[in-house]
């Protein structure tokens, strides 16, 4: 539905939306380690919603500061895949139903598979194998870790940052994204979802 909403609402005729799907045993697991350790470290350990991460932002916004993202990679799929663009309450309880109906008819590796596929990566630009072709010009089974980590990184904001080009503040999110997956035992980490 993302996907869709960008084209509809595309300012030009020329839009074209750029995507290739990779099956799970085509998606080099240091990328899909860097996204999990970006996106969503509880990912094996949850049933489709971080709690503590959710009351932890709306505490956070209460307060006068500001409403930060707390979504599951899990949410993710659910509104990329089903929902629209844009915030409302309705959306949200969608996105709730959505979650937990994925989260009971897939396993965990199928929605991290699902992911990397439809996640928006610059404009146009949907899932890894695009998104490496697009800002570095290679197949993601080429990426280095850095560039994985640069990928993930960019993903909460990938409209505004350009994994290619990055800022001081995009490198720092890489340099952490890689100490996390260190600290996450690197790619024998995701052989929990199996």
């Given at each position: ?5 960008r084209?509809?609402n595309?300012s ?14 085509q ?18 350990l949850?049933?489709g ?13 209460v ?17 990329n ?7 409302s309450?309705?959306r ?45 010009g ?46 996450l035992?690197?790619v024998?980490?995701l052989?929990?979802?199996?």
């Open positions: 539905m993302v996907m869709a909403d084209w509809l595309a030009n005729d020329d839009y074209k939306l750029k995507k290739i799907w990779l099956n799970w045993d998606i080099p697991k240091q990328a899909a380690l860097a996204v999990v350790a970006s996106e969503d470290q509880l990912f094996p949850h049933r919603f971080d709690v503590k991460s959710i009351l932890s932002s709306l505490r956070t916004s307060n006068g500061g500001k409403l930060r993202g707390a979504s599951t990679i899990s949410q993710q799929v659910a509104r895949l089903y929902l629209w663009t844009g915030r309450w309705v949200k309880g969608l996105e709730a139903w959505f979650t937990l109906l994925i989260e009971l008819t897939w396993d965990k590796q199928r929605i991290l598979e699902v992911y990397l596929n439809i996640a928006e990566w610059g404009n146009g630009v949907f899932g890894l194998e695009a998104a490496s072709r697009y800002h570095f290679k197949s993601a089974r080429h990426l280095t870790p850095m560039q994985s980590a640069l990928l993930a990184s960019s993903l909460p904001s990938p409209l505004r940052y350009n994994p290619a080009r990055p800022t001081q503040y995009l490198l720092d999110r890489a340099i952490w994204n890689l100490h996390q997956q260190k600290r035992d690197g024998r980490w052989s929990r979802l199996e």
